[in-house]
Nanobody, 124 residues
């Protein structure tokens, strides 16, 4: 299984970006794919996850970020709107080899495969 994250860049506060996570290998459309981020000097944190059609979000991004999945392309997207400087980080996508339920999506150890990360910088 391989994951390729892309779509990061420099954006002004209030702007938008769409991240993509292209998966290859055995990744059924019900398997969980999540987005995590890590800012300099901070711990990695869960951002969002889609698992068996259910979506999950960290409180800090609810209402601003939307996760979706194109099964035909085996790609998961993270639409990020109303970006803030605090959203600046390296964003990683990862897949668990199964379905994640409830708050388990937030636990990085449940994800077996990780992409290489894409940098998001929100700054004026």
């Amino acid at each position: 299984v391989q994951l390729q994250a892309s779509g990061g860049g420099l954006v002004q506060p209030g702007g938008s970006l769409r991240l993509s996570c292209a998966a290859s290998g055995f990744t059924p459309d019900y398997y969980a794919i999540g987005w995590f981020r890590q800012a300099p000097g901070k711990e990695r944190e869960g951002v969002s996850c889609i698992s068996d059609g259910r979506t999950y979000y960290a409180d800090s991004v609810k209402g601003r970020f939307t996760i979706s999945r194109d099964n035909a392309k085996n790609t998961v997207y993270l639409q990020m709107n109303s970006l803030k400087p605090d959203d600046s980080a390296v964003y990683y996508c990862a897949t668990a080899q199964g379905i994640l339920y409830g708050s388990s999506w937030y636990i990085a150890e449940f994800y077996e495969y990780w992409g290489q990360g894409t940098l998001v910088t929100v700054s004026s």
